[in-house]
């Protein structure tokens, strides 16, 4: 089982995904997650990317707690490695606020956004486009 492998499979997954097969492209996920979590740890940003994207699937199939686990799964990793005011650490709180906002749950939402906010601002400035 080879990085490689797995990238592959995520591909594979975001094409699935995008043609609205979501049980499949959750299945190749979470073989690619598999070969990453043997070949680099449980601590590596590219398994923080292979739950973000898992988290995405579940939340377009509109299992949103699953799909917040996975996605706290993912931030956690990203603190731990990268340190909060990384902006791929705002693009995951994006997705969380993303996740609370399809709930209804507004209000936390609303906060986590503005904490992705005042992380971009932080790293890219007021002018960037992101």
């Known amino acids: 089982d080879h990085?490689?492998?797995?990238?592959?499979l995520?591909?594979?997954a975001n094409v699935l995904?995008?043609?609205g097969k979501f049980a499949e492209a959750l299945a190749k996920h979470q073989?690619?997650?598999?070969?990453?979590l043997k070949a680099l740890g449980h601590d590596h940003v590219d398994?923080?990317?292979t739950y973000?994207?898992?988290?995405?699937?579940?939340?377009?199939?509109g299992d949103y707690k699953?799909?917040?686990?996975?996605?706290?799964?993912d931030l956690g990793i990203k603190l731990k490695v990268l340190g909060h005011d990384h902006v791929?650490?705002?693009?995951?709180?994006?997705?969380?606020?993303?996740?609370?906002?399809?709930?209804?749950?507004?209000?936390?939402?609303?906060?986590?956004?503005?904490?992705?906010?005042?992380?971009k601002l932080k790293a890219l400035g007021h002018d960037h486009v992101d």
């Not at 990085?3 to 592959?8: N, Q």
Request: charged content about 20%; hydrophobic content about 45%; glycine content about 2%.
């Open 17 to 19: 995904q995008a043609q």
């Open 47 to 49: 398994v923080a990317k």
């Open 66 to 73: 699953k799909a917040l686990e996975y996605h706290q799964k």
């Open 88 to 119: 791929d650490v705002a693009t995951t709180l994006m997705n969380i606020a993303n996740v609370l906002q399809a709930q209804g749950k507004f209000a936390e939402a609303l906060a986590k956004h503005q904490e992705s906010l005042e992380i």
């Open 10 to 12: 995520m591909n594979i």
């Open 31 to 36: 073989e690619s997650l598999e070969i990453k």
């Open 52 to 61: 973000n994207n898992m988290g995405n699937v579940l939340q377009k199939q």
């Open 3 to 8: 990085v490689d492998v797995a990238t592959t």
